[in-house]
């Protein structure tokens, strides 16, 4: 019930948004989440090994789960330990400057405050990333406000925001050369070609492991989480934007960030049927991609609903608040708080 309170609040908030043009109801929006997302009590798959974690970093244990851990969060851990602080702050902590990071690219790059500030609430950024993967939304926040810096070509703040991210998540680290790669133009050739080459990757990719030797991951009975509703409709949207991307004046870098996306989702869907086990692997990747859509999906919703019309925009709050529903009433688990910051 608790995740149906807070739809309507944010939503109330977002009304009176719209009735006052008011940069201070998007903060407190924001307020919000990170106070429902840094109190809650065993939510998430990974909340059991997060405790288990603050506890061997506390007593000085080097478990594997420790020593594999990237040394961003073992720092944090440490240092809250050190303060006397609970793993409830860690989490608290975390979830203030992953939204923090969220809000400021929002209100700096956003077409539509609001509208984005309800993507990333509605769609599944916030609670099946946000209450999961935390380490990994960490670093996908810190990416999703470095790519001003690819934008301006500001090349040593980037690398800088990439190396923090790859501290709390080594998959960051993948995304250095972005830099160069989201810089370059690409043609519709060059576009075909590229599509052609992900279509052949991913159906030689179960024989590329045969070859080299690990041909039993081709067919574990695995199958990563992901919502394929959820994916399907960015697929849409990400197809519409590639169609639209001059009509809706995007820069050089948003294009291809999308067009990017567009090559890792059809991957997903690939391997979907073709080869399950590795879309683990895809999934991750494209989250640092998927959340630039609350930056990207409201430029292409000003478009159509200038062109077309305005009840496109109201059709897509509904549409993304079905899927809210979905999520808070098949997936989520009940809600429950705890505000024990520090150990007395």
Same mark, same amino acid.
């Given at each position: 019930?608790?995740?149906?309170?807070l739809?309507?609040l944010?939503?109330?908030?977002?009304?009176l948004?719209?009735?006052?043009?008011?940069? +201070?109801?998007?903060?407190?929006?924001?307020l919000?989440?990170?106070?429902?997302?840094?109190? +809650?009590?065993?939510?998430?798959?990974?909340?059991?090994?997060?405790?288990?974690i603050?506890?061997?970093?506390?007593?000085?244990i080097?478990?594997?789960?420790?020593?594999?851990?990237?040394?961003?969060?073992?720092?944090?851990?440490?240092?809250?330990?050190?303060?006397?602080?609970?793993?409830?702050?860690?989490f608290?902590?975390?979830?203030?400057?992953t939204?923090?990071l969220?809000?400021?690219n929002i209100?700096?790059?956003?077409?539509?405050?609001?509208m984005?500030?309800?993507i990333?609430?509605?769609?599944?950024?916030?609670?099946?990333?946000?209450?999961?993967?935390?380490r990994?939304?960490?670093?996908?926040?810190?990416?999703?406000?470095?790519?001003n810096?690819?934008?301006?070509?500001?090349?040593?703040?980037y690398?800088?925001?990439i190396?923090?991210?790859?501290?709390?998540?080594?998959?960051?680290?993948?995304?250095?050369?972005?830099?160069?790669?989201?810089?370059?133009?690409?043609? +519709?050739?060059?576009?075909?070609?590229?599509?052609?080459?992900?279509?052949?990757?991913?159906?030689?990719?179960?024989k590329?492991?045969?070859?080299i030797?690990y041909?039993q991951?081709?067919?574990?009975?695995?199958?990563?989480?992901?919502n394929?509703?959820?994916?399907?409709?960015?697929?849409?949207?990400?197809?519409?934007?590639?169609?639209?991307s001059?009509?809706?004046?995007?820069?050089?870098?948003?294009?291809?960030?999308?067009?990017?996306?567009?090559l890792?989702v059809?991957?997903i869907?690939?391997?979907?049927?073709?080869?399950?086990?590795?879309?683990?692997?895809?999934?991750?990747?494209?989250?640092?991609?998927?959340?630039y859509?609350i930056?990207?999906?409201?430029?292409?919703? +000003?478009y159509?609903?200038?062109?077309?019309?305005?009840?496109?925009?109201?059709?897509?709050?509904?549409?993304?608040?079905?899927?809210?529903?979905?999520?808070f009433?098949?997936?989520?688990p009940?809600?429950?708080?705890?505000?024990?910051?520090f150990?007395?």
């Amino acid at each position: 019930m608790e995740y149906l309170y807070l739809y309507f609040l944010v939503i109330t908030i977002g009304i009176l948004y719209l009735n006052r043009s008011d940069i +201070r109801k998007i903060k407190l929006i924001f307020l919000i989440l990170i106070l429902f997302s840094g109190f +809650r009590y065993y939510i998430g798959t990974d909340y059991p090994m997060y405790m288990k974690i603050f506890s061997l970093i506390k007593n000085n244990i080097a478990h594997y789960e420790v020593l594999r851990l990237e040394k961003g969060y073992y720092f944090l851990v440490k240092f809250i330990a050190s303060i006397k602080g609970t793993q409830q702050l860690t989490f608290l902590v975390i979830a203030f400057f992953t939204n923090y990071l969220i809000y400021k690219n929002i209100k700096k790059e956003s077409s539509d405050i609001l509208m984005s500030t309800l993507i990333y609430f509605l769609v599944g950024a916030y609670y099946s990333a946000g209450f999961n993967l935390i380490r990994q939304v960490m670093a996908i926040s810190i990416f999703f406000y470095s790519i001003n810096f690819i934008k301006q070509r500001k090349i040593i703040k980037y690398f800088l925001f990439i190396i923090l991210g790859s501290l709390f998540h080594k998959s960051c680290f993948v995304l250095l050369p972005l830099y160069w790669i989201l810089n370059l133009k690409y043609n +519709r050739f060059i576009k075909v070609i590229l599509i052609f080459i992900t279509v052949s990757f991913n159906f030689l990719l179960p024989k590329a492991y045969e070859i080299i030797g690990y041909g039993q991951y081709t067919i574990l009975e695995y199958k990563a989480t992901t919502n394929f509703i959820t994916l399907s409709l960015f697929f849409i949207l990400a197809l519409l934007i590639e169609i639209f991307s001059n009509r809706i004046f995007l820069d050089s870098v948003s294009k291809n960030i999308n067009f990017f996306t567009i090559l890792l989702v059809l991957s997903i869907f690939l391997n979907e049927k073709n080869f399950p086990t590795m879309n683990q692997v895809f999934i991750r990747m494209s989250l640092y991609f998927t959340f630039y859509y609350i930056i990207l999906i409201p430029q292409l919703l +000003r478009y159509l609903t200038k062109k077309y019309s305005k009840i496109i925009k109201f059709l897509f709050f509904i549409c993304i608040s079905v899927l809210y529903f979905k999520t808070f009433l098949l997936q989520l688990p009940i809600y429950k708080y705890n505000f024990i910051l520090f150990e007395f």
